[in-house]
């Protein structure tokens, strides 16, 4: 390994997107409207494409000729590097919309500073990244203010989706040790510097879909060293079944 | 005009070759059965997503995840570009579900038998997707434009699915012991189902003739049937796997195989509900459905309250 702290902040970006989507697809086949089961099937496919380039990237630091699956799926959980808020349960419509919201309100100006790193690879990760995430903020803040303007129910539930999720939502943006250290060595984006942005976007779009935004700044955190909640053994679980059930074959 | 001559021109289009559209006069039976036709069709997409749906954690590979989701996702596409075909004739979509939901409308019985294996996503898409293309590709050129319109665009996808899950097979077979018997095993589980996706024999086909001279089927079942087993048994063999039946042989005088007897009490008994996912599957539909309630009443809802707001200002 050259580089340990790169590779592990590779690691976080590429175990959110692909916890991320294999959450998301799990409501193929079977969501409200067959244009946003669709829509849901098309984000978790960008994300794991996004987890692909990541992982490939992940694989060329750690240069111990290791492919992408390798990394995605044979660790245990206290390897994966992902925030809480990407493990957490699709829950009904609106709790998944919410953590989708919350999810792309970081990670769309993430993609936006990253595309200035230093590392020419990350710049084009984030390039292509940036593209879909702008569409995928754009589907999830139009859903959120539809929902929280729609009836009572709807605007009930997202009233309680912001309640189950808000707690994640401060540890997309407060740096980790690795964060800290890329940020140093001008690979890595200066978190800080994003949090305003994405504030002023959650206000905007609550504001809109008539919801609150929480005081609370109160943030559950540990995901990207490795502390996970109990959800993600069990996500794992199916994720790895065929690897591990087989060892080392081509599928 | 009255109806005898509106008739006749309908029928001379028919003659001719000249699309049926929309707007045009079309006799009531045409109607319906096109729309029982499209609507099954559209159905046994949707519901066609739930066994593959059923593999898409658990795919062994990135690149096999995000193959998985791209073909069920497509499946989705077809199934709104066939409930839009069918809202043309007339009928809206919800009304549709609803008549999945009832059991008053029918969808492919292929999609009542489970997916057990990692395998039989490689079976479906080489075998199911490969016996749906023989099915479509004559309808591309049905007498009714939308619904033409919309096989062109399914049937160019479908061919896709069907190398790919050949693929996927192949490396099944190419692979280990267990991987091997994995392929077999999946081969035959879907071969006898896949056989029955051609619908009843000629001889109980109860619908062919008229919709042979509406121009809405272009061949029997039989000859379907008879045209899948030719290019699947060349398939099967390449992959090394063999296929469940023993009475499957190349007959030089016909220059077709000929293959053994399908059980038809099999069949009718998973038309009538008793197959092994049956309940499953349209629970699913109906769950997803019923949930899906407020989801459509909230948009439908700040819909109409924008639109009132623009009206205001
Ligand atoms: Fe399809
Ligand atoms: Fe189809
Ligand atoms: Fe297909």
Redesign the pocket.
């Known amino acids: 390994m050259t580089d340990l702290t790169k590779y592990n902040y590779v690691l976080q970006h590429a175990d959110n997107c692909l916890i991320l989507g294999q959450r998301l697809g799990e409501w193929c086949g079977h969501g409200p409207i067959l244009e946003q089961d669709i829509a849901m099937t098309n984000i978790s496919l960008d994300l794991i494409g996004q987890a692909r380039m990541w992982y490939q990237y992940a694989a060329e630091i750690q240069n111990e000729g290791k492919s992408e699956d390798d990394i995605a799926y044979l660790r245990d959980a206290w390897g994966y590097r992902n925030v809480l808020l990407v493990e957490q349960p699709n829950g009904d419509f609106a709790q998944t919309i919410f953590r989708q919201f919350l999810y792309d309100t970081y990670s769309c100006y993430f993609y936006e500073a990253l595309m200035n790193s230093s590392d020419e690879r990350l710049a084009a990760i984030a390039a292509k990244s940036h593209k879909e995430a702008l569409y995928h903020i754009k589907w999830s803040g139009d859903w959120v203010i539809r929902l929280g303007d729609g009836t009572e129910e709807s605007h009930n539930r997202m009233v309680a989706a912001v309640q189950e999720l808000w707690s994640y939502a401060g540890e997309l943006i407060k740096p980790n040790e690795t964060e800290a250290k890329a940020h140093e060595e001008g690979y890595g984006v200066d978190l800080s510097a994003i949090k305003e942005k994405r504030d002023a976007k959650i206000r905007e779009v609550l504001t809109e879909a008539t919801l609150e935004v929480p005081e609370s700044t109160y943030a559950h955190e540990g995901g990207k060293d490795g502390r996970h909640s109990e959800h993600l053994g069990y996500i794992l679980a199916d994720l790895q079944f065929l690897q591990r059930a087989y060892p080392g074959l081509e599928w | 005009m009255d109806i005898k001559s509106l008739e006749d021109r309908f029928n001379e289009k028919i003659d001719e070759d000249v699309r049926i559209e929309p707007k045009d006069w079309m006799p009531d039976n045409y109607r319906k059965t096109l729309i029982r036709q499209i609507s099954q069709?559209a159905h046994?997409?949707i519901v066609g997503m739930l066994p593959e749906a059923n593999w898409i954690s658990r795919a062994p590979t990135l690149r096999r995840k995000a193959a998985a989701l791209a073909k069920v996702q497509d499946e989705a596409g077809?199934g709104l570009y066939l409930y839009s075909a069918c809202e043309t004739l007339g009928v809206e979509r919800d009304q549709l579900l609803q008549d999945l939901h009832s059991g008053k409308a029918k969808y492919s019985s292929i999609f009542n038998y489970p997916t057990l294996t990692w395998a039989d996503m490689g079976a479906i898409g080489w075998l199911v997707d490969g016996a749906?293309i023989m099915n479509?590709v004559p309808l591309c050129r049905a007498s009714y434009g939308p619904y033409a319109r919309a096989m062109v665009r399914?049937c160019k996808e479908?061919s896709f699915h069907q190398r790919q899950g050949f693929e996927i097979m192949l490396t099944l077979c190419k692979g280990s012991e267990e991987q091997k018997k994995m392929a077999q095993d999946a081969l035959n589980r879907w071969w006898w189902p896949s056989l029955m996706m051609f619908g009843p024999t000629d001889e109980a086909s109860t619908h062919t003739e008229q919709s042979m001279r509406w121009g809405i089927k272009r061949f029997t079942n039989d000859e379907l049937r008879q045209k899948f087993v030719d290019a699947t048994k060349p398939q099967a063999d390449l992959l090394g796997i063999t296929i469940p039946d023993k009475d499957l042989k190349w007959n030089e005088e016909r220059g077709h195989y000929d293959f053994g007897e399908i059980n038809w009490e099999e069949f009718f008994n998973v038309i009538k509900g008793n197959g092994p996912c049956n309940k499953q599957r349209v629970d699913a539909r109906k769950s997803a459905y019923d949930n899906g309630a407020w989801v459509r009443e909230a948009a439908a809802a700040h819909a109409e309250k924008k639109s009132k707001k623009q009206a205001a200002a």
Do not use: G
């Open positions: 069709h046994s997409e077809h749906a479509q399914v479908e």
